[in-house]
């Protein structure tokens, strides 16, 4: 089972112009004297690669994509380079990073590479047994961690030290050990199907380990085959989940839904956004999505992210206490929106 997985499991190395890598950390000092040379003249030092981030994907197609997270693999200057667990190097290229999910698709030059099996993660099960595959703590290669699937649908916030913290939802929580360096690696079914692919590990406790539903990532990859991007359904809105606690401090007349609302220089609906221009407003309480209730399980973002640019949808809301239906039709995500 890992056996038929494993060779398509890769290591991914990050490196940077060692030039680039000590401008992004100078000192007070160097903010305050010029150097006496032309600053635009690099030395041979400044141009060498030095390794700043190592992480773990897995090829997904024969032709050379390869999945893995947006942390280990978002930066524009950065030089990639994927090895196979038979040693064999390839200079890779990002072709696209999820503005929802940590997840990043890179393309490597290859032909009849070998390929992961996607499974179900619709299916999985509380309990059900996994096996984790990556390169631990960015040495071992093709390390085998094996556990269970503690949770699904965890919403938790990551936290990277270069690109501080975000919200995933939807996580699966499993108590397989996942490392510094397993980031961007296969979480197994029994049948060596891939059903997740591991992204967090919690600094508070052991066996607190978290992957995206694979799902999301044959999402994703559909969008790059189709149009040569990832492509995500928008709404533009902000806003907050509730819960039964948060309804009943601020009065609200139901407890499960979405309130619409906006937070510190975000606001609650987008400006000729696809709610916008549907009549949504600041306060509105979104119950449904044509037949699915909204509750903290079943997000709005969640129940969105199921649709399509160009569907429309029914929203159920509450405003005033009056019940309306808003029909909407949803637009395709733009990183600068």
Avoid: C
């Amino acid at each position: 089972m890992v056996n038929n997985v494993a060779p398509a499991v890769v290591s991914i190395l990050v490196e940077k112009k060692s030039g680039d890598v000590q401008k992004n950390t100078f000192s007070f000092e160097d903010f305050l004297f010029t150097p006496e040379e032309d600053s635009n003249q690099d030395s041979e030092a400044d141009q060498e690669l030095v390794q700043v981030a190592a992480g773990t994907g897995f090829i997904v197609s024969e032709d050379g994509y390869v999945v893995t997270n947006r942390h280990v693999a978002e930066s524009v200057d950065a030089v990639y380079t994927v090895i196979t667990n038979e040693d064999v190097e390839y200079n890779a290229t990002i072709v696209d990073i999820d503005p929802f999910f940590d997840i990043a698709v890179l393309k490597i030059d290859g032909e009849n590479l070998p390929t992961v099996t996607f499974g179900d993660s619709d299916g999985i099960q509380v309990g059900q047994t996994v096996i984790a595959i990556g390169n631990a703590l960015s040495q071992y290669q093709n390390t085998v961690t094996k556990g269970v699937i503690s949770g699904i649908d965890r919403r938790i916030s990551a936290y990277d030290r270069f690109n501080g913290s975000e919200v995933i939802e939807g996580a699966i929580q499993t108590d397989a050990a996942i490392n510094p360096g397993n980031s961007g690696g296969p979480l197994i079914n029994l049948f060596g199907e891939v059903i997740g692919m591991n992204t967090a590990v919690s600094s508070n406790g052991q066996g607190l380990g978290f992957a995206i539903p694979i799902n999301e990532v044959k999402s994703a990859m559909e969008g790059i085959k189709k149009e040569g991007r990832i492509v995500r359904p928008w709404l533009g809105v902000h806003y907050i989940q509730l819960s039964a606690e948060y309804a009943k401090e601020n009065s609200l007349p139901v407890e499960e839904g979405a309130l619409i609302t906006a937070s510190e220089g975000v606001e609650a609906v987008v400006a000729d956004g696809p709610a916008a221009k549907a009549g949504l407003q600041k306060d509105d309480i979104v119950t449904k999505v044509d037949s699915k209730i909204l509750n903290e399980e079943n997000t709005l973002s969640k129940v969105i992210r199921s649709y399509l640019p160009g569907d429309t949808v029914i929203l159920s809301i509450i405003r005033s206490e009056q019940t309306l239906e808003l029909s909407v039709t949803l637009e395709e995500y733009a990183a600068d929106e």
